[in-house]
Nanobody, 117 residues
Framework: VQLQAFGGGLVQAGGSLVLSCEASGYTFNINVMAWHRQAPGKQRELVASITSGGITEFADSVQGRFTIFRDNTKNTVYLQMNSLKPDDTAVYYC????????????WGQGTLVTVSS
């Protein structure tokens, strides 16, 4: 399984941005897809995840501001980010796995999101 992320960039605080990640290859058994992020000097953290059945999970820091959704026909997951803050500045990584709750086996390349104050 290969994951290709798109959509990073520079945005002002309070603005919005949408990230997308397309899975290719043997995707038939993919269950959960997720976004993680890593800010400079910090550990990578889970931002949001979504199962093939639509169950979502969000980090407390983005709850109410970010939305995750997926198009299973296109094997693509999206992260809609609203009310962005400078603290959201990070490299965002797409991830996927066949199993839910046991980590992520597949990772995409990161895409940089920079939020200016």
């Amino acid at each position: 399984v290969q994951l290709q992320a798109f959509g990073g960039g520079l945005v002002q605080a309070g603005g919005s941005l949408v990230l997308s990640c397309e899975a290719s290859g043997y995707t038939f058994n993919i269950n959960v897809m997720a976004w993680h992020r890593q800010a400079p000097g910090k550990q990578r953290e889970l931002v949001a995840s979504i199962t093939s059945g639509g169950i979502t999970e969000f980090a407390d820091s983005v709850q109410g501001r970010f939305t995750i959704f997926r198009d299973n026909t296109k094997n693509t997951v999206y992260l809609q980010m609203n009310s962005l803050k400078p603290d959201d500045t990070a490299v965002y990584y797409c991830a996927a796995d066949e199993r839910y709750g046991l980590g992520y086996h597949y990772w995409g390349q990161g895409t940089l999101v920079t939020v200016s104050s």
